[in-house]
């Protein structure tokens, strides 16, 4: 009898903890999104919402293939914070985007070689609750992102 109060009380804390862990992305979610609306209202920013919940605002277009969500890129980009603190910034790095942040593996393949791209990304796509660098948990980014080249 004690097993089964035992096991019992487990699956009563196992579905108890799925729950809350659910309930806190579903609520920070909605934190993000509205922080990112009340940014693009304040900024006067013309972007779209992507079915992933990206925001992006093509800033130069350009002509050519795009890439895959798994290429290897080539880019320019600085990442910000909604506060305006830059936290990363760089010339000419090369990265496999199936290593990146979802937002970059969502965001880059709308663009082709030589167009600009801006990503507002919820925390979610981004580094989620966890602090990364300068990064705090739970931060919407803003990338400003070239794509000089990539291969897929």
């Known amino acids: 009898m004690?097993?089964?109060f035992l096991l019992f009380g487990l699956l009563i804390l196992l579905f108890?903890?799925?729950?809350k862990q659910s309930f806190n992305a579903t609520k920070q979610s909605v934190i993000d999104d509205?922080?990112?609306?009340?940014?693009i209202a304040a900024n006067h920013i013309n972007v779209t919402k992507a079915p992933s919940g990206i925001y992006y605002e093509i800033i130069r277009a350009d002509t050519g293939t795009h890439p895959l969500d798994t290429a290897t890129v080539q880019v320019s980009y600085t990442g910000k914070l909604l506060n305006g603190t830059v936290f990363d910034t760089e010339s000419a790095d090369i990265i496999g985007l199936s290593g990146a942040i979802v937002g970059w593996q969502d965001g880059?393949?709308?663009i082709a070689p030589g167009g600009r791209i801006r990503l507002i990304i919820p925390s979610a796509l981004g580094y989620?609750?966890?602090?990364?660098g300068s990064i705090p948990a739970?931060?919407?980014l803003d990338f400003t992102i070239d794509l000089l080249g990539y291969y897929n």
């Open 2 to 4: 004690k097993k089964q």
């Open 16 to 19: 108890t903890a799925c729950k």
């Open 34 to 39: 509205e922080k990112i609306q009340a940014y």
């Open 108 to 110: 880059l393949p709308l």
């Open 128 to 132: 989620g609750s966890s602090v990364s």
């Open 138 to 140: 739970n931060s919407v």
